[in-house]
């Protein structure tokens, strides 16, 4: 059974910093690319990062220098280091692990970004 486990969500004043993680179980986790996703109130859920099986990474423009996206295959886990938060990035954070086969979702995990 795969399973993604998001945690480090929680509140954060503007200008501070979270960092995500998120454990995977029941995939071979090296051979996935690995990214996040978040989700406003009335909005569609976009990409935020993402990082290949290789390392290599792309990011959305509005979180570009601001936020890093990580992996450890020896832990079977993916971090997103968030810094300069603003209001805007107040979402549900979703981790997602895909191959060319499945495409798997974590259950999300909440970042509120005021004062």
């Known amino acids: 059974q795969v399973q993604l486990v998001e945690s480090g969500g929680g509140l954060v004043q503007p200008g501070g910093s979270l960092r995500l993680s998120c454990a995977a179980s029941g995939i071979i986790f090296s051979t996935y690319t690995m990214g996040w996703y978040r989700q406003a109130p009335g909005k569609q859920r976009e990409l935020v990062a993402a990082?290949?099986?290789?390392?290599?990474?792309n990011y959305a423009t509005s979180v570009k220098g601001r936020f890093t996206i990580s992996r450890d295959n020896a832990k079977s886990t993916v971090y997103l280091q968030m810094n300069s938060l603003k209001p805007e990035d107040t979402a549900v954070y979703y981790c997602k692990a895909a191959d060319f086969i499945a495409t798997y979702w974590g259950q999300g995990t909440q970042v509120t970004v005021s004062l």
């Open positions: 990082i290949t099986r290789g390392g290599s990474t």
